[in-house]
Every structure is written in structure tokens, then in C-alpha cells.
């Protein structure tokens, strides 16, 4: 069984950075697709950044120029850079793992929290 952990979340002024990490681990069967969603309250969730096969990365509109994914394959991390922050930022974000091949498997991480506030 696929298990991510996240880590990485917290508080931060605007205009602040943090960085966010998700790590698969448990399963030899490794994900082809991995990236990380958003939801802030009474909001549905929202994509941030994917993974869209091979090195792509499709980035959500209200983030492209601010934040930055990249992955350690070999480790199956992957890694979002996080700039220029702003108050409606503030959401749990949650890394999504997807196997597309067999065994298939969609997984989310627990979520962490990421709250701009000054």
C-alpha cells in the first residue's frame, strides 16, 4: 500500500516562501503521475501543480510564476516552491500519487496546512 507523507507546512507573512515536500514510499510500484491540490475552507479542491507524464508540469492558473515543483525521482519526492505568497494561499494542501499502469492506484496524503496571514 502507497503512503505519501507531507511535510513542510506553517505559517508565513505575505510575500513570504515555504516549501512543501511529499514522499511515496511503501509500495515497490512506483507512481508515473504525482503533484499536489489545495482546498481552502468551503472551497472545493483545486490542482496547484501535476505532473502530467514524463516531466511535465501543469501548474493551476493562480499560482504559474510563483510556485515551483520539481521531483527526485529516484526517491519518489516531489518538492513545491513556494513564493511570493499571498493570503488566499492559505489552504491544507494535499500531494496525490497516481500509478496509471498495473497495479493502479490514486492516493492523497494526509494534507498539511500552509496559512499566509501577517
Not at 38 to 51: D, G, I, Y
Not at 87 to 93: C, G, I, P, S
Amino acid at each position: 500500500q502507497v503512503q505519501l507523507v507531507e511535510s513542510g507546512g506553517g505559517l508565513v507573512q505575505p510575500g513570504g516562501s515555504l516549501r512543501l515536500s511529499c514522499a511515496a514510499s511503501g509500495s515497490i510500484f512506483s507512481p508515473n503521475i504525482m503533484g499536489w491540490y489545495r482546498q481552502a475552507p468551503a472551497k472545493q479542491r483545486e490542482l496547484v501543480a501535476t505532473f502530467t507524464g514524463g516531466s511535465k508540469i501543469v501548474y493551476g492558473d493562480s499560482v504559474k510564476g510563483r510556485f515551483t515543483m520539481s521531483s527526485d525521482n529516484a526517491k519518489n519526492t516531489v518538492l513545491l516552491q513556494m513564493n511570493s505568497l499571498k493570503v488566499e494561499d492559505t489552504a491544507v494542501y494535499y500531494c496525490n500519487a497516481i500509478r496509471t499502469g498495473f497495479p493502479r492506484y490514486n492516493v492523497w496524503g494526509q494534507g498539511t496546512q500552509v496559512t499566509v496571514s501577517s
